[in-house]
């Protein structure tokens, strides 16, 4: 008899440590979405409502709100986010538009909401309020919407393999003491700024689609032809899906985290299973612990190199071959960092790029003087980052790095001074303090600003409180 308690206990104590393990940790003071959406593979569309518990955080009354719709970027051909020498690659099989349609917006109670879409642009999405919110007051309303998927191989669209489910949803505006962030989605660099939220996602999916996903897939059920999915997201500030009947998944375990890789081709699927994990496991030691329960790696129909979500980035299939190994560690270990450097740790990516592109490029430089020495290293980081062709006049006003997207030139402008010389900033940063003092600067911004947004000049005072000086000067050099 005592030997059935026994076991009936350890069972128990099993079943409660796996419930808290996998509950996802909420914060109740942060927005909420809450999605019930349904994916038709034959029409690329998804047809769905989002709930959204909208909370004010700021210090001033709101009598309306404003929300992305992303997807209306990709609806004319002659104004998609892609340069003229980009089309090509973007839509290999020809233009078709990808949008997104607000059918109805309601309050509690189905109280019609009043509200109206940015003509010129129609990306911008505009709710009146029915009352001001003060800061800690919160509102709800339920949207229908249904979004129509381009055959574009770039972050939205579907190619042979996959479908890139992203910035697909109307996702709301980040008011800061700029006021109302309503960017449009520009052509260079990643147009996106957002406040980190809990999502909560019922999914529905044709029978056999593999879904890579942003949070933990807490439940999968079979309903006729298709396949009902519930995904937790919480702490995140955006949710996006990979889709595809031929994923394989390999994954492994690394600090209590589950890291995956969904693949094609199995040789190749596993390296990047190991790099990915590599890449986590020095990150948690270097920068502080992955604050998520998962992380995955897609092989995707994306010509763009790699692209990073909230616990899932995706990788072109161009690089998974045996002739591309070193690249695809690389980008990996890149989209891998960007889990701490625009995850966790947010900013403007809009107005203040460098902030997340150039510690993500330099902790990639770690990365590899981590698994191959700091000689490698260096010669890695002269060969792509600070080569003859990378260097720059810190007089140029051209080559300032704290300015909005729309002012950069080109795709070679914007990655010179983006991510060449902002991790050359943090190189330059981490000889001016030395190892010791550096790798504590990364240690307490990433914990004084996980899930929250940061500025350069929160950068600074981090940097100008674990040195004990004023380093300003340092920075206004390199960046102004």
């Not at 233009?95 to 349609?101: Q, S, T, V």
């Not at 990306?123 to 919160?138: H, Q, S």
């Not at 948690?284 to 129909?301: M, R, T, W």
């Not at 080109?410 to 991790?423: F, L, P, Q, S």
Request: glycine share 6%; no cysteine; charged share 25%.
């Amino acid at each position: 008899m005592r030997g059935k308690k026994y076991i009936w206990s350890v069972i128990l104590v099993i079943v409660i440590a796996l419930l808290i393990y996998f509950a996802p940790v909420k914060n109740s003071n942060l927005t909420s979405y809450n999605m019930d959406i349904k994916y038709s593979d034959e029409n690329k569309t998804i047809i769905g409502t989002e709930t959204v518990d909208f909370i004010n955080t700021d210090d001033v009354k709101l009598g309306e709100i404003y929300l992305h719709l992303y997807p209306n970027a990709f609806k004319d051909k002659d104004n998609v986010p892609f340069t003229k020498e980009e089309i090509g690659l973007a839509y290999p099989n020809g233009f078709k538009p990808g949008y997104i349609e607000i059918n109805k917006i309601t309050f509690d109670k189905n109280v019609p909401a009043t509200y109206s879409i940015d003509k010129k642009t129609g990306e911008i999405l505009k709710i009146l309020l029915p009352k001001k919110l003060d800061k800690g007051d919160r509102i709800k309303f339920t949207i229908n919407f249904k979004v129509q998927i381009p055959p574009s191989q770039g972050r939205f669209g579907y190619g042979k393999n996959t479908v890139q489910v992203t910035n697909f949803y109307p996702i709301l505006s980040v008011y800061d003491q700029n006021g109302w962030n309503n960017d449009p989605y520009y052509t260079l660099g990643d147009p996106f700024y957002s406040d980190v939220s809990n999502y909560t996602v019922s999914l529905m999916v044709p029978k056999d689609m593999v879904v890579a996903s942003t949070g933990v897939i807490k439940s999968e059920k079979s309903h006729g032809n298709d396949d009902a999915l519930t995904i937790d997201a919480p702490n995140v500030r955006d949710f996006a899906l990979v889709l595809s009947p031929k994923f394989k998944v390999a994954e492994e375990d690394v600090d209590g985290i589950k890291v995956k890789s969904y693949y094609f081709d199995e040789d190749v699927g596993l390296k990047a299973l190991k790099y990915a994990s590599d890449a986590i496991r020095f990150y948690n030691s270097y920068i502080g612990k992955y604050p998520y329960k998962q992380y995955s790696v897609a092989e995707s129909d994306f010509y763009m190199g790699g692209m990073e979500y909230p616990n899932l980035v995706f990788i072109t299939k161009d690089l998974y071959t045996k002739d591309n190994l070193f690249n695809l560690e690389y980008v990996i270990a890149h989209e891998t960092a960007h889990q701490w450097w625009y995850g966790a740790v947010g900013n403007n990516e809009v107005k203040e790029a460098w902030l997340d592109e150039g510690l993500t490029e330099y902790t990639t430089i770690m990365y590899i003087e981590r698994y191959y020495g700091k000689a490698t290293a260096d010669a890695v980081f002269k060969s792509i980052i600070s080569g003859e062709f990378y260097k720059f006049s810190k007089a140029n006003k051209d080559d300032a790095m704290v300015k909005t997207l729309g002012q950069f030139k080109d795709w070679n402008d914007y990655t010179n001074i983006v991510y060449n010389k902002g991790a050359m900033v943090f190189s330059e940063l981490r000889g001016l303090i030395g190892d010791e003092k550096f790798k504590e600067v990364l240690n307490r911004y990433y914990n004084q600003y996980k899930y929250k947004n940061a500025t350069t000049q929160n950068l600074i005072d981090v940097v100008d409180s674990v040195t004990g000086k004023d380093t300003g000067g340092f920075f206004a050099e390199w960046l102004d």
